[in-house]
């Protein structure tokens, strides 16, 4: 069974640009979550979805938003990207939504100049 | 915010060594999680343990939880050079449902 997969492994971007980071949950799981993880810091929550729709959002702002296809997979964008944006990204899936066990990718780290 | 605090932040033994980390929380839970993080990349999942256990095995792993003092422990016996990684835990005590994450304990394993 393949797991979390997550696109790009690496993206570096400029002040004010835009950054698309993509994630497919292991099949069969509905629930998608993101994280930011600054360097040598824990998780931060961003963002859960669940059958398409966001069920609850951490303290963000709203430049960093996503979306949820139909097949499950997910999309994280931020855009107007600031320094304090580079981080490793972590996107994960569950099969039940909320605080289940939560299956983890290997993360995309952002960096931003 | 994040509500579990690991302790200790770090730790070094020696490989062989049994290690024990810590992990407080500040409200009523329904389960506790641990995982592990090797070296920046994803996290894995070890153990789970709800409000009603109070002891859970999974191999060399060994996890408590005491609800009254809102703590968990994870102990791992017999510790590997491929055990050091940052562990941490994470609670069901966050809104809707959401995973509430500690800061993380990193583990160093030395041979």
């Known amino acids: 069974e393949a797991g979390v997969t997550q696109s790009p492994t690496h993206l570096i971007k400029t002040r004010g640009q835009q950054a698309t980071l993509r994630c497919s949950p292991i099949s069969g799981h509905t629930s998608v979550y993101w994280y930011q993880q600054a360097l040598g810091l824990g998780l931060q929550f961003l963002l859960w979805?669940?059958?398409?729709?966001?069920?609850n959002r951490g303290n963000f702002p709203p430049r960093f938003s996503g979306r949820q296809f139909p097949n499950y997979s997910s999309e994280l964008n931020v855009n107007a990207l600031e320094l304090e944006d580079s981080a490793l990204y972590l996107c994960?899936?569950?099969?039940?939504?909320?605080?289940?066990?939560?299956?983890f990718g290997p993360g995309t780290r952002l960096l931003v100049l | 915010s994040q509500q579990g605090e690991e302790d200790p932040q770090a730790l070094s033994i020696q490989e062989g060594e049994n290690a024990t980390m810590n992990c407080s929380y500040k409200t009523s839970i329904n389960n506790l999680q641990w995982y592990r993080q090797n070296s920046g990349r994803g996290l894995v999942h070890l153990i789970l343990i709800r409000s009603n256990e109070r002891e859970k095995h999974s191999g060399r792993l060994r996890v408590t939880l005491d609800t009254s003092k809102k703590s968990s422990s994870l102990l791992i016996t017999a510790s590997r050079a491929a055990d050091t990684a940052s562990y941490f835990c994470a609670t069901d005590a966050g809104s809707n449902y959401q995973l509430i994450w500690g800061a993380g304990t990193k583990l160093i394993i030395k041979p």
């Open positions: 994960a899936s569950s099969s039940v939504g909320g605080a289940e066990t939560q299956y």
């Open positions: 979805y669940d059958e398409g729709e966001e069920r």
